[in-house]
């Protein structure tokens, strides 16, 4: 495992699903743990290697870009490629909340 970066920001904490693909590979439902507008932090059902290149669907969004930057048996953490502005951050955690 990569030794895990310090945060830029906080991150909400999350339990839901999210679609997830991997350069090469098929899409998979995974569970969103928690999200700020760096990153995330997801647990899949395969195996990753920090610097894998990853894409993560959230409903009514478009694929976010990210890189796998540690990833810890089926724990995972992505860094995006372009951070969420905060005001639609606010919104994407608003909508995957219950």
Not at 14 to 43: K, M, Q, T, W
């Amino acid at each position: 495992m990569a030794e895990e970066r310090p945060r830029q920001s906080d991150r909400q904490t999350l339990s839901c699903e999210v679609e997830f693909r991997r350069r090469g590979d098929v899409a998979y439902r995974v569970d969103l743990l928690n999200l700020s507008p760096e990153g995330c932090h997801i647990s899949t059902p395969v195996m990753l290697q920090t610097a894998d290149d990853v894409w993560l669907r959230i409903p009514n969004m478009e694929a976010i870009p990210g890189k796998v930057v540690w990833a810890k048996d089926w724990d995972v953490g992505v860094l995006f490629e372009k951070p969420f502005h905060p005001a639609v951050l606010d919104m994407v955690v608003a909508r995957l909340t219950p």
